[in-house]
């Protein structure tokens, strides 16, 4: 997952199209940003991630430790945003094999997840393995796999990564 400057919601002062001043305005009942000088509207749309969590042949499930902010050295599924021209199994399958150096398939849709205090709305589909050694991508300090009674609970990066787990054990029919 990428790093927290989209989260703020004061990121642009000035006009993307004609560099004017933003100023919030009520419009459609909402305060929104809009240039003073073109009437550019900034709508601040959630953004979409896509990730995946790998199942191995053990059935033991594969999380990644974060190097980066937010919630850096915490434990959560492969994931990061989509880019326009992406498909959200293909934005997940790639960022799986960069951050933890996986081939995966998917094999289902766990969910979406979307919470009021994020912006962010997360596609998680379950996947198996295809190929690819497990190791850590750039973007993580550790890649690992874990037995399904040996999660770590206690370090989990994101409410979506909790939510994920809970959603596959409660599919498999173990509870956590
Ligand atoms: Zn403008």
Known sequence: MPSAS???????????????????REIERRMRPRCERCGFIWYQDPKVAAGTLPVMDDG??????????????????????????????????RETREECLLEVEPTGLL???SYATSITVVVVYAARVTGGTL???PECLEARAFAVSELPWEDL?????????????RREGGAP
Do not use: H, K
Not at 12 to 21: Q, T
Not at 77 to 90: I, L, N, V, W
Not at 157 to 169: E, G, I, K, M, Q
């Open 111 to 113: 969910g979406v997840y």
């Open 135 to 137: 190791a850590a991508g």
């Open 6 to 24: 989209w989260q703020s919601d004061e990121g642009l002062n000035f006009c993307p199209r004609c560099a004017g001043p933003l100023v919030p």
């Open 60 to 93: 033991s499930l594969v999380l990644v430790r974060r190097a980066i902010q937010p919630q850096r050295g915490c434990w959560t599924y492969p994931g990061g945003f989509m880019d326009r021209g992406e498909t959200a199994p293909g934005a997940a399958v």
């Open 157 to 169: 990066a994101f409410s979506s990564t909790r939510d994920v787990l809970n959603d596959y054990l």
